[in-house]
Each structure stands twice: as C-alpha cells, then as structure tokens.
C-alpha cells in the first residue's frame, strides 16, 4: 500500500488491472472437509490465494489457565507457509501473523455461541499455502466455513472480505498489485444475515464516504460469498436437512 504505480491500475474504460469492474469479486472456490483428522476443514482458493483451515474442538482447554468457566475460547492460527510468497517467509510466528490471529480469533468469538461450551478451547488453525492478498479475509472465510463443518453452533457463518481504493476509484477484493501501489485496503469480516461488521480493520486513506462505500460494497459481496460457503457444505451434506 502507497507505492506509486508507474502503470495505470485503472484503465480507461474503467476496468482494473485483472479485467474486473471494480465492484466485482476474484473468482472464488471452496470446499469442505479436506483434512480427516479434524473436527472440520476448509480449503478456500480465492484469486491467488490458497488456504486451508482445520478445527478442533469444543475440547478441554489445556494448559488448564486458559480455561474460562464461562465459556469457550477460540484460539485461531493465522500461519503462512515459508512458500506462500515470493519471498521465502521466515517460518514460525511475527508480528503481522500474532496480530492476525488475535483480530480473526475475536471475530470467530463474536459469533459462536461459545457459553455452550464452557472450560474448552475451540482451535482453529489457518494455514496460507498460496498468498495474493486478502489472505486475512480469505482465512476469516476459509475458518468459519471449517467451524460449520465442525457443526459447532453459531449466530452466522461469517465472511471476509476487503474493499478499498486504488486510482480514485472505490474497488472490491484488491488483488495483490492494487493492495502494493492501491490508496487504500479495508478488510472487513461480516454476518451476511444482519450486515453486522465482526471485523474492521484499514490500512491506507480515504474519505468518510469512500469508506462507507466500501463498506457497502463489501456487505453486499458477503452476501455471495456467503451462498459459496452454503453451497460447499451442501456438497457435503447432501441430502441432510440443515438449515445454514
Ligand atoms: O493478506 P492480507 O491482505 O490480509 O495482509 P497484508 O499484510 O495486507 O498482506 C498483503 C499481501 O502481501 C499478502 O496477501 C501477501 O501476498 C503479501 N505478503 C508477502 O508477500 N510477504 C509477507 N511476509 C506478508 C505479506
């Protein structure tokens, strides 16, 4: 974010550099149950990213003083693989991943039922194996879809996605180009049935009404991303009765 772009993100015609319109999403793949072991799992393939998220749990919470009497805690992963970027990542936690974890395990608490289930961890682990930005909203999808698979009881299944600005112009999911020469990102994770903003976060600048419109835009695509995530656990399910 802020580089100056010596090419042009916007062109005339108004498409983006990928040929999307700029409220228009990368494509999107998804799939559930991809790792046996775990309770749930998740593979999101979103643009260039490719990410997995695998939970276990509701399960006693060890070590014992991370127990809550009152309810479980959800402790998400956020993790990139030493060969998910172009540069090789340094394996093992920093800054950005701790971060990461702390915003996507408190947006996952807001909407699990999490007093059903006291004194347990429910964990979540995410695993980036292929990044290209986005990977915090696409990790966000790729968990809560893992967490319904899991069939752990929650208010929604939560959606990220990010909005933001690049040449003026107020965009949907910036690729990794318009997140590195881009004005602004806005990553956002939303309970497509209310609208309810479970996670904001903005790197960048823009004015009040560019942000609303991003927003907007953002609350709007949660609501397809959210029919993929339905989708995905139909293939599944097929033929159960359940209500998503
Ligand atoms: O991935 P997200 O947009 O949520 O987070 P970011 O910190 O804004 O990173 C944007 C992108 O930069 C990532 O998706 C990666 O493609 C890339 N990146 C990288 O190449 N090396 C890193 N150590 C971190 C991020």
């Known amino acids: ?31 559930v149950g991809v790792v046996q072991r775990a309770n749930g799992s998740a593979f999101v393939e979103w643009g260039g990213n490719k990410i997995i998220a695998a939970v276990y749990g509701p399960r006693e919470a060890y070590p014992k003083h991370i127990q809550d009497p009152n309810r479980a805690v959800i402790r998400a992963r956020y993790n990139m693989a030493a060969f998910s970027v172009d540069e090789r990542k340094r394996p093992g936690p920093d800054r950005r991943s701790v ?13 699990v039922f999490v007093e059903r289930f006291p004194r347990t961890s429910i964990d979540v682990y995410i695993e980036v194996l292929q990044a290209d930005a986005g990977t915090r909203v696409a990790g966000i999808t790729a968990a809560s879809l893992a967490l319904a698979d899991a069939g ?53 600048n823009m004015t ?15 609501k397809e991303i959210h029919e993929l995530q339905v989708k995905a656990l139909k293939e599944k399910y097929r033929g159960d009765e359940h209500d998503y």
């Open 1 to 31: 974010m802020g580089m100056k772009a010596d090419f042009k993100l916007i062109d005339d015609n108004g498409l983006r550099i990928d040929g999307r319109l700029p409220n228009q999403l990368r494509p999107l793949r998804m799939e």
């Open 99 to 111: 971060e990461l974890s702390k915003v996507i395990s408190e947006a996952l608490t807001s909407v």
């Open 208 to 222: 009040y009404e560019e942000l609303t419109n991003a927003m907007d835009m953002a609350i709007d695509a949660a």
């Open 152 to 204: 752990i009881p929650m208010r929604d299944i939560i959606v990220g996605c990010a909005a933001g600005k690049v040449d003026g112009v107020v965009v949907l999911d910036l690729n990794k180009e318009e997140d590195n020469y881009g004005e602004a990102d806005v990553p956002m994770a939303i309970l497509p049935r209310t609208g309810e903003i479970a996670l904001l976060q903005m790197d960048g």
